[in-house]
């Protein structure tokens, strides 16, 4: 079988435009999608409610209130735990499956909101942060890789896109949750107790749904897999699709040994692909990103606006923004492209950064022009932000690895997204107090530069391409066009 007659490929699908799967052509795959990218709102929930929730943990222990330590460490503590369970959860994914991944965090994740809900002091909190992030953490990796590997490749970067909408979901959804419970009774507990809903109705929803049919081909499962795609694309194709990856599959049985992550570095096209998508889950987090999201409420009560509610209803209009943003990232990402998407995005994140550090530098209490202009440069950055660079590094990640190599790579480059995150949530109050906000986000527009140009000279374009399209442009640029690539495919 030729790359251009590969089923899904642009070859195949100009030869039978009738086979060509549109976005809401399938209820299946959407409804597979909306409970894999459950994931991606707890993942985005947890980021959002832990901003409002501070304002009242705050109150409640006077420690957390005295110590920016204590406060940056309640935040980045599930940080901590997601990149744990980033760096284990491409192990679990290969070994156990996408599905038995999935179940794996939602317990871990339920475990931890219960306990930071019945947390008596500030330490069990912790703990119960650094749970949660363990279970985000493995979500992260393997809602994008579930979602691509079901995924018809002319739709998958608006399906793998649609977990990010459910990320940004998760991050409005906290912030309606933190406003609905601001005069309850145990308010934070309340904000962080929630979220162990989503995990359970995960838990039983994914009880129902198969595993990644890809998986199940490289387990030698086919029957299985013939199932599931059975479900996915209409019988003309179905046969195409099945012949294609019962030869593939053998071929990657006969190279699959036990993959180690330092036989990442050995091989010239895996190495180039992973440097490609680890640059890009840093750079998302370096530009600031969820610098943004955390301290959101905090950077408009910097601005002048000292009301708690205030300073939650203006972060629910942020996020609000971030998740239409999204939206509109979905429609363009199989439309504009990946990498267009992504250098458009950086442009204007540059300008909403130049025009916050510019509010802050010249604020005063006595003008509140400078704090409203600080709340458009919040507001702009998201808008620029969540249709391009939000979506594209995970959408890049979940395919530009080959099928033995998915799952370690894609817990690594999640382990470098939530390293880097990390950094910057653990850092962001402490050189704002150190230098001043307005520097801080001058900084953070200089990093904004490098990440143009790495888009620009390093990402490929991966829009509409199969999975072994995108293999071949890793192995032209390793090794040149006139490769003999049949002889690198057993490299």
């Known amino acids: 079988m030729t790359m251009q007659s590969t089923p899904g490929s642009s070859g195949y699908l100009d030869l039978y435009p009738d086979r060509k799967m549109s976005f809401f052509k399938n209820p299946y795959i959407l409804g597979l999608t909306a409970v894999a990218g459950i ?61 038995k991944a999935t179940l794996i965090a939602d317990v871990i994740f339920g475990s931890g909101a219960i306990g930071m809900a019945a947390a ?46 459910m990320i940004t979901g998760g991050q409005f959804l906290s912030y309606i949750v933190n406003l609905a419970f601001t005069r309850v009774p145990g308010t934070w ?36 897999a013939v199932d599931v795609l059975s479900k996915i694309y209409d019988l003309a194709r179905l046969e195409d699709e099945v012949d294609f990856l019962t030869a593939q599959s053998e071929q990657e049985r006969q190279k699959r040994k036990n993959i180690h992550f330092t036989d990442v570095f050995k091989s010239k096209e895996i190495k180039l692909a992973f440097l490609v998508g680890a640059g890009l889950q840093a750079f998302q987090q370096f530009t600031g990103i969820n610098t943004v999201m955390y ?79 600080a709340v458009l440069g919040l507001t702009l950055y998201i808008g620029f932000f969540s249709p391009g660079m939000g979506p594209v590094p995970w959408t890049v990640n979940s395919e530009i690895y080959p099928e033995e190599y998915r799952g370690i790579c894609g817990g690594m480059s999640a382990t470098v997204c939530w390293v880097s995150n990390l950094i910057v949530s653990q850092s962001f109050l402490s ?61």
């Not at 507990?189 to 129902?208: C, D, H, I, K, N």
């Not at 408009?300 to 942020?318: D, K």
């Open 431 to 491: 050189i704002a107090d150190a230098l001043g906000t307005g520097p801080t986000f001058l900084i953070l527009a200089g990093i904004t530069v490098l990440a143009f140009v790495f888009v620009l000279a390093c990402v490929p374009e991966t829009k509409g391409l199969t999975f072994d399209e995108v293999e071949v442009i890793w192995k032209e640029r390793a090794w040149g066009k006139n490769a003999d690539t049949r002889n690198l495919l057993s490299d």
């Open 295 to 373: 301290y959101s409420p905090t950077i408009v009560q910097m601005a002048g606006f000292h009301s708690n509610e205030l300073a939650l209803t203006i972060s629910l209009i942020v996020a609000g923004m971030n998740a239409a943003g999204t939206i509109l990232g979905i429609y363009l990402i199989d439309h504009a492209g990946r990498k267009i998407l992504a250098l458009s995005s950086l442009g204007g994140v540059f300008t909403s950064l130049l025009i916050l550090s510019f509010a802050f530098m010249n604020q005063s209490s006595d003008n509140q022009l400078y704090g409203w202009l």
């Open 120 to 165: 008596p002091d500030p330490y069990v909190l912790i703990l119960g942060r650094f749970l949660v992030g363990l279970g985000v953490g493995v979500a992260s990796v393997t809602a994008p890789v579930y979602i691509a590997e079901a995924s018809p490749s002319e739709i998958r970067g608006s399906l793998v896109s649609t977990n990010v909408l």
């Open 189 to 224: 507990r309340w904000m962080l107790g929630v979220s162990a809903v989503p995990a359970v109705v995960q838990f039983v929803l994914m009880l129902f749904l198969p595993e990644s049919p890809r998986w199940l081909f490289m387990k030698n499962r086919k029957t299985e």
């Open 39 to 99: 994931g991606g709102m707890l993942f985005g929930y947890d980021t959002g409610v832990i901003s409002g929730a501070l304002l009242y943990i705050k109150d409640d222990f006077e420690q957390v209130r005295n110590s920016n330590f204590l406060q940056e460490t309640i935040v980045s503590m599930a940080i901590a735990g997601a990149i744990l369970g980033a760096a284990a959860g491409g192990w679990v994914n290969d070994y156990y499956g996408r599905k």
